[in-house]
T-cell receptor, first 110, second 113 residues
Framework: QKEVEQDPGPLSVPEGAIVSLNCTYS??????FMWYRQYSRKGPELLMY????GNKEDGRFTAQVDKSSKYISLFIRDSQPSDSATYLC??????????FGQGTTLQVKP | GAGVSQSPSNKVTEKGKDVELRCDPI?????LYWYRQSLGQGLEFLIY????????KSGLPSDRFSAERTGGSVSTLTIQRTQQEDSAVYLC???????????FGPGTRLTVT
């Protein structure tokens, strides 16, 4: 079993839709949670960074962490074609090793 | 300011040759990480450096892989006797410390023929 599981998709939605991206993890020691966006042939770009459980909002993006169920989510409101990319969840404990999910490919159609 | 830079951006090499990949982290960042991303896969941790501490090499897939970080700044990832399965994008990241946000470079696309 992978330490972080993420459905690779692809996920296709119409412009303006609310997108929900999810990951599960197995190690209860994980306490730092991140979402990265990666465009084709580019390096990952940090979108959201949260510590422990709870919600964090930044513009159209909301990250949620539920440590009791080991479940992390990213919501994108009013999705735009420019949001089309691969979204990677990542987590770590107190060490420097960041564990990534496989990534979900999102396509937002105009 | 300047982000993480990596060179070369693309590298094609023959099986059995050695390659060196370079990473220039963001100035002032004490932590530096190397990851590998194969086609359609997530990022696979290879190694990280934190200040003057011994690096965590637990992700290196074989003894053909090694990395060093000189003067606490630039890092070089070396792959000896390359194999076709080494073909991937090699990504470098840096952060202020190991708990802080990591910023990635654009990667080096390695193709072993």
């Amino acid at each position: 079993q992978k330490e972080v599981e993420q459905d690779p998709g692809p996920l296709s939605v119409p412009e303006g839709a609310i997108v929900s991206l999810n990951c599960t993890y197995s190690n209860s020691a994980f306490q730092y949670f991140m979402w990265y966006r990666q465009y084709s042939r580019k390096g990952p770009e940090l979108l959201m960074y949260t510590y422990s459980s709870g919600n964090k909002e930044d513009g159209r993006f909301t990250a949620q962490v539920d440590k009791s169920s080991k479940y992390i989510s990213l919501f994108i409101r009013d999705s735009q074609p420019s949001d089309s990319a691969t979204y990677l969840c990542a987590t770590s404990s107190n060490t420097g090793k960041l564990i990534f999910g496989q990534g979900t490919t999102l396509q937002v159609k105009p | 300011g300047a982000g993480v830079s990596q060179s070369p951006s693309n590298k094609v090499t023959e099986k059995g040759k050695d390659v060196e990949l370079r990473c220039d982290p963001i100035s002032g960042h004490t932590a530096l990480y190397w990851y590998r991303q194969s086609l359609g896969q997530g990022l696979e941790f290879l190694i990280y450096f934190q200040g003057n501490s011994a690096p965590d090499k637990s992700g290196l897939p074989s003894d053909r892989f090694s990395a060093e970080r000189t003067g606490g700044s630039v890092s070089t990832l070396t792959i000896q006797r390359t194999q076709q399965e080494d073909s991937a994008v090699y990504l470098c990241a840096s952060s202020l410390d190991m708990k802080a946000e990591r910023y990635f470079g654009p990667g080096t696309r390695l193709t072993v023929t």
